[in-house]
């Protein structure tokens, strides 16, 4: 039986590519949607034209208007779980009612990891699962020419009885031959225009060693790590520089410091050509460890601007439930050695899991204000409540502890870190307004408000209130004072009403194409 999903649109039909709104920090800091630029690697786009709708971008409601005017051959919508989903939705509903024999295709991790429940969704025709640098563009080609879909491996898709099929899997990319980002199809200076610490995303590297529970990591690429070679690397970096002036670039790659001989090899080409470009990366601590206070100058000194490590805790047995073997000591040693060296570190922590007490919000409290203290340049990430994502062994300690996993798509949404904590069992109302008044403080206790700034009206004023309500947060944290309850309202107010003014803006899109739309016949 042959499963087709023909189209009647000719050969000027758009492969049209949205990128949803993940939520408020979208207007803060804004970076291009390579998600999207990544599906294109392979793509032939002289012969299937592409439009990238990025919902952080200024203008994201009339490239959609003129998109869903003209002919489309599909709309592809990438997504994480929670709000991205539910923006993402909106979006499907209103090509859905203008052009409703268009394939929606999603993709990104949350498709991935659930693509049968997905597609039991309305609004979902196929589901690109896992990487999709090299199904995308089979895909693409199978709509275009009303070939067989069962032909395309790595996707999963309805026929026209509703019947959800499952092609077989891909193996994972070969990082040695990846094409680079096609950040020719958006406009970067609309990054960089507002954006003081704007930098381009340059694949490092995919995948990771470690099994904490709560990353994606273990499920969606084995707990394999997967370099991209140094030299092409720098070769992207370059390419950019050339085309659009950047010097400042964000590796992206869970796990850039694994192999030594690569990242040595890496800064020894910078070294060798004086190269005068900056970089951030994420690292592990044990890897981060290695390279000890002559290693850390020697990449202060090759561009290494900024670094991203994973503490979580500063519980001890918080970190042992999450799978996280961080020992505090090499924590402290590490932001000494950093601090000597001069290198900005973000420290990455997050709460709400169903075994911690105040006792392991008091630990982790005090960790981060040493960390502060004794370093001028670290920072610390916001500490989200920690969300139970879909194959997740986290999500699984979770259910053991209660909790009812989503049984659809929509449900989903609800798994977002502004608003979990509603659908979390053991949260109490102590608890709920203790963790609500962290993740709300923690967004000041340190330069973050000076760090991601941008250049827009609403940017600037946050990041001026920040910086005055910096000692009030410090004291907060310090002196474990989450009452009054008016973090966690502000936070869910301000999410509330930013959601409901996309929703307005996403109307006006609607009417705007159902006029052009009735003009055109």
Not at 349 to 356: S, V
Request: with cysteine; net charge neutral.
């Amino acid at each position: 039986m042959n499963h087709r999903m023909g189209t009647s649109f000719g050969s000027n039909a758009k492969v049209v590519l949205v990128r949803p709104l993940m939520g408020l920090m979208d207007l803060l800091h804004k970076t291009p949607p390579v998600s999207l630029l990544a599906l294109c690697r392979y793509l032939d786009t002289t012969r299937y034209p592409v439009v990238l709708i990025d919902q952080c971008v200024p203008g994201w409601q009339a490239a959609l208007r003129d998109a869903l005017s003209g002919d489309m051959l599909l709309v592809g919508i990438s997504c994480l779980t929670g709000f991205q989903q539910h923006f993402g939705v909106e979006i499907a509903a209103l090509v859905r009612e203008v052009a409703p024999k268009v394939p929606l295709v999603w993709g990104g991790i949350h498709p991935s990891a659930l693509p049968e429940q997905t597609l039991r969704e309305p609004l979902a025709d196929i589901v690109v699962i896992g990487e999709g640098e090299h199904a995308f563009p089979e895909l693409v080609e199978a709509l275009a020419t009303g070939a067989d879909l069962q032909t395309v491996r790595g996707i999963a898709f309805k026929d026209a009885a509703g019947i959800v099929h499952r092609t077989p899997t891909r193996e994972m990319l070969d990082m040695a031959s990846l094409r680079p980002f096609r950040y020719d199809l958006v406009d970067v200076a609309s990054y960089a225009r507002d954006n003081r610490n704007f930098g381009p995303i340059v694949e490092a590297g995919r995948g990771c060693r470690y099994d904490c529970s709560f990353c994606y990591n273990p499920s969606f690429n084995q707990r394999r790590w997967r370099p991209r070679p140094a030299g092409e690397i720098l070769d992207e970096m370059r390419a950019l520089h050339r085309a659009h002036g950047c010097r400042v670039f964000h590796l992206c790659d869970d796990s850039f410091f694994t192999s030594p001989d690569r990242v040595w090899e890496f800064v020894g080409l910078l070294e060798a050509e004086g190269e005068p470009f900056q970089w951030n990366a994420e690292g592990n601590l044990h890897h981060l460890q290695r390279m000890g206070l002559e290693g850390l100058t020697r990449l202060k000194r090759a561009g290494l601007n900024w670094l991203s490590v994973g503490v979580e805790s500063g519980s001890e047995r918080v970190r042992r439930f999450f799978n996280r073997p961080v020992d505090l000591s090499q924590v402290l040693d590490f932001n000494e050695t950093a601090a000597a060296v001069g290198l900005q570190v973000q420290y990455n922590f997050m709460t709400g899991a169903p075994i911690e007490e105040a006792e392991d919000v008091r630990a982790t409290v005090a960790l981060i204000l040493r960390l502060l203290d004794r370093n001028p340049f670290a920072f610390v990430q916001a500490m989200y409540i920690t969300v139970p994502y879909p194959q997740t062994r986290y999500l699984e300690q979770c259910k053991a502890h209660g909790l009812r996993e989503p049984a659809s798509f929509h449900e989903w949404v609800r798994f977002d870190p502004f608003i979990i904590a509603e659908v979390l069992p053991w949260m109490t109302p102590e608890k709920k307004v203790l963790f609500e008044s962290l993740m709300f403080d923690s967004l000041f206790v340190d330069r973050k408000g000076s760090f991601h700034t941008t250049g827009s009206l609403f940017g600037v004023v946050v990041s001026r209130l920040a910086r005055a309500y910096r000692p009030v947060a410090r004291l907060r944290m310090a002196h474990s004072m989450p009452w009054p309850t008016w973090p966690g309202w502000v936070i869910q107010m301000a999410s509330r009403v930013h959601r409901q003014q996309v929703g307005v803006e996403l109307e006006a899109v609607a009417r705007a194409v159902r006029r052009a739309r009735r003009a055109i016949g």
